[in-house]
């Protein structure tokens, strides 16, 4: 089967399409939900939104948690084995959502849900860094990635129409999912190549035993533990802005109802051709990538800090699409690609699994605090300076730490060479 892999030319491009399916049922899933949460409150029985809002609390804390574990088993059993079984899951957690008549029922979908999906993201990214050309990396990292950008789309709009405007009901929009995950998950058995037997990786663990031990303190030396805290600040301010910018806008900046959903996904629109453009510019110029994560780190604190400070809507609009091509999505194949570049392949998804682990509890971190801070002092303007705080904080030590340092080992290993 390693030959097959071997002898097929396009099956990097095979692996881009099945990746960038995955990303897009996942964000269908996640973004399904929000904008049908009354429909969901009076079909099982009108209940709070404290208990609504736990749907995605269970996905979320099942789903960070789920980073570290997921990794360790995809370096041990391969990305197939431990995406087939996840994804068969996850279409089993939206049938079971879909189905439900209580808001117990609901919670159990979304715990096997974020259980499932955390598996992903090592699997995912570890399996284009085996297969992708060198010098397209970073470039399809992102296309694989801008998956997820579509998938809020389909599910944002999808459910608003269907459910809002044509009156389906909520629970036919999950079984719609659950058809969607189940045809993915026969693209990844159809595509994707298992690459090593469990035997062989079994017998390799036996001999490489001490050098697993180096590894694991390299995943957790200075430089990485910086990285993973670049991103966690870059996926603070995403998070952030995806649960709360349209309510800031309104209660804040004087938005109506009705335009903010549009203006909020001006950031997803915007983050798609910035990222394929970043990534392309990193593949062709390598030599830049430290460079270009810094300015994409201050752009994202700059465009965050704007969009406070801005006196009118153009000038929020201007703030919210630059932010949508210097952010999250723009950063993180530039980031991904640095990661599993710098850790040995035997390692590469339990690197990965930690790098997103620190990323997605910014997801649980963001959406809670900047509640809180509304709560407490009726804005949510320091929120946004928190994030645009954090993303200074990182770019700062990513100079320090990882810039600076690699730097001076460079002429070292230039001399000695």
């Known amino acids: 089967m390693g030959q097959t892999v071997k002898n097929d030319s396009n099956y990097y491009k095979k692996i881009i399409t099945a990746l960038f399916l995955g990303w897009v049922v996942i964000w269908i899933y996640r973004t399904i939900l929000t904008p049908i949460y009354p429909q969901i409150q009076e079909s099982l029985g009108n209940i709070s939104d404290t208990q609504v ?22 370096d041990k059993f391969g990305q197939k084995r431990v995406l087939i079984p996840a994804f068969i899951i996850f279409a089993v957690a939206a049938f079971i959502i879909g189905t439900s008549s209580t808001i117990t029922q609901v919670y159990v ?24 050309p060198k010098d397209r990396k970073s470039f399809s990292n992102a296309i694989i990635n801008s998956g997820s950008a579509l998938g809020m789309v389909i599910g944002l709009v999808g459910s608003s129409v269907l459910v809002g405007g044509l009156e389906i009901k909520w629970n036919f929009m999950l079984i719609m999912t659950a058809v969607l995950i189940t045809a993915v998950t026969f693209v990844f058995a159809l595509i994707i190549k298992q690459d090593k037997s469990v035997t062989k990786e079994a017998s390799e663990d036996k001999i490489t035993t001490q050098n697993t031990v ?14 993973y805290f670049v991103y966690f600040a870059t996926c603070y301010g995403y998070y952030m802005i995806v649960t709360w910018l349209p309510s800031f806008l309104v209660a804040e900046k004087g938005f109506e109802q009705g335009s903010v959903g549009y203006v909020a996904a001006l950031v997803a629109v915007t983050a798609v051709p910035g990222a394929l453009i970043f990534s392309k510019y ?20 700059l465009t965050i800090s704007l969009t406070v400070f801005a006196p009118n ?11 949508g091509l210097l952010g999250k999505l723009a950063i993180d194949p530039v980031l991904i690609t640095y990661v599993t570049d710098s850790v040995p392949s035997n390692s590469m998804a339990k690197a990965l699994g ?15 605090l900047t509640g809180y801070i509304g709560d407490i002092t009726g804005s949510k303007v320091l ?5 645009a705080i954090l993303l200074a904080v990182a770019t700062i030590l990513f100079f320090l730490v990882v810039m600076l340092r690699e730097n001076k080992a460079a002429p070292k290993s230039l001399t000695n060479e």
Request: aromatic share 16%.
């Open 383 to 387: 929120a946004f300076y928190i994030a």
């Open 282 to 301: 990193i593949d062709k110029n390598a030599h830049m990538r430290q460079k270009l994560i810094i300015f994409l780190l201050i752009g994202a604190a």
């Open 354 to 368: 930690i790098f997103n682990f620190f990323g997605m509890t910014s997801s649980v971190i963001a959406p809670t």
């Open 53 to 74: 809002g736990l749907v995605a609390s269970f996905y979320f804390f099942a789903y960070t948690g789920m980073q570290i574990p997921s990794g360790i088993l995809v």
């Open 313 to 323: 809507p153009a000038v929020l609009y201007g703030a919210l699409i630059l932010y």
């Open 109 to 132: 979908g979304a715990l096997l849900a974020g259980l499932s999906t955390g598996s992903y993201y090592g699997a995912a990214f570890s399996l284009s860094a085996k297969h992708m």
């Open 214 to 227: 180096s590894q694991g303190v390299e995943l957790f030396s200075p430089k990485k533990l910086v990285i």
